[in-house]
Structures are given as C-alpha cells and as structure tokens.
C-alpha cells in the first residue's frame, strides 16, 4: 500500500482517473511488483498451504484462458446490470480473485481494484478506504467465503462478508483520519516553534501525505530549494519531530514516525 501510495504521488495518478480494465488491473500490479507483470504463463498455481501442499482452490491456467476470462470481467464491469456499486464491487472482486491472473500480487491488485472502483463509481473521492486491513485481518473467513461461492454459489454471504468489510473498514478510516488530522495539526504547530520562517502548515501536509519524506519531496511541492529543504529536514529532525534515516545507505529519508504509528496501529 505505501509503494503504491508513493507512486501515485510521484506522478501516477493517471490511475486513479482511467477507467477500470484489464490493463489498468496489470498497470496496478506492475506498481506493486515494481516491475513490469503479464498473466500467468506456467502451470501449478493453487489458493492453499504452501508448507502442507494443501490446495483448497486451482485457478485457471493458460494465458489465452486467463485472458478471455480477464475480458470476461471487464464486459461484466460495464454490462447493463443495474447493480448496487458496493455489490458490483463484492462480484467483481470474486471474479478477478478466481482468475487470480498475476503471478504473484494477485489479492492485493483485486484488494487495490475494490477501491478504483467505488471512485469509479463516485462512492468515494480519494482512495481513503482502507479495506484491504479489514479482509487481511479475517483471511481466513474471506477465503472460506471465496471458495463458498466455488463451490456452494453461496453469492449471499459472500455480498453480506464483503458489505460488512466495508462498513467496518469506513468506521475504522474515519477515525484513522481523525486521529492523523489531529496529529497534523499539532505537528503544524511544533513545526512553527521549530521553523519560524517555514510554511508551517503546507510542511505539515507534506509529511502527513509522505511518511518517508526527501528533500526532493519539498523542492516537487515548491516550498523550499534544494539547500533550504535540507536544512529544513535537518532542523526537524533536530527538533524530535523526523526521525533521519538512509534508505540505501546514500540517500537520506526523514520519518514521521507518529504519522506512521496511526496509519500502521490495526
């Protein structure tokens, strides 16, 4: 989530504005792997216990298989069918995790596709639901509720599973957003205290939308020159409010590590 979350904000946000698709499902994965991904090639791929051998699910293997199946979803997607978009998204969600297309990266893309969709379907603005820690947190009840519908069509406590993983995932985001608010806005403050002359509240922002801040971070949102920004990240760290780091050794990274505390507390 936070590769993806960084590379919409280095400039990807054509993803948020592109239709839902098959090549926009690929274009996610390939975020997500930090490579360029295509559907599943070899055989062998199951849903089960890697330690145990155990398969509780064989998707469908083949590329030209996997392919027509892919563009099965997608006619579905914009098919006449008069869903509710929160039930479209529980349907569509199986279809693609029964394809399981990728690799590897296939449930958090389908997870990553959820949220796409309901601003597709202008549920939400921002990508601001956090549902993938709700059904990560009850895997096993979403696997069991996947294979239900494989093997029972139980389609009604799959929708009901995943209507309820909204609701709680909604409760759960609007509090998370409440806490970081607040937590920014005091952050603003003891950035004030510390940087009289920096622009406060727009400092505040930045760190709240990037965690793991650089310099060229200050210098892509115009506040600062390169010097400036150093100096700024230096000052704060100084001040107890970034913690410094070096992500490869060379390149310094500031953390807001109270930012990160809320986002990664569930």
């Avoid at 298989?65 to 039930?87: C, K, M, T």
């Avoid at 394809?99 to 893309?109: A, K, N």
Wanted: with cysteine.
């Amino acid at each position: 989530a936070l590769r993806y979350n960084t590379a919409l904000h280095e400039g990807r946000k054509s993803l948020l504005e592109r239709p839902l698709s098959v090549r926009t499902a690929t274009d996610v994965c390939s975020v997500l792997q930090n490579a360029p991904v295509s559907v599943r090639t070899t055989p062998g791929t199951y849903i089960g216990d890697g330690a145990s051998g155990l398969r509780r699910y064989t998707p469908p293997s083949g590329p030209d298989v996997i392919s027509q199946h892919l563009a099965a979803w997608e006619r579905f997607i914009y098919s006449p069918h008069d869903l509710d978009p929160l039930v479209l998204m529980a349907l569509l969600h199986y279809q693609f995790e029964a394809i399981h297309p990728f690799p590897d990266g296939s449930g958090r893309t389908g997870r990553i596709l959820n949220i796409l969709l309901l601003i597709q379907q202008e549920l939400l603005d921002l990508p601001v639901l956090y549902l993938s820690g709700v059904i990560v947190s009850r895997k096993n009840e979403y696997y069991d509720r996947l294979l239900a519908v494989t093997t029972h069509q139980d389609w009604e406590g799959w929708v009901l599973f995943m209507l309820k993983a909204v609701e709680d995932a909604a409760r759960d985001t609007a509090e998370l957003i409440n806490d970081l608010r607040a937590m920014q806005e005091m952050t603003s403050l003891h950035i004030r205290d510390a940087l009289p002359a920096a622009p406060a509240m727009e400092l505040a922002e930045l760190l709240f939308t990037v965690p793991y801040v650089r310099i060229r971070d200050i210098e892509a949102r115009g506040l600062a020159k390169r010097q400036t920004a150093s100096n700024w990240l230096s000052a704060l760290a100084d001040a107890g409010i970034l913690e410094e780091s070096r992500a490869d050794g060379r390149q310094k990274v500031f953390i807001n590590r109270p930012a990160l505390e809320i986002l990664t507390r569930s």
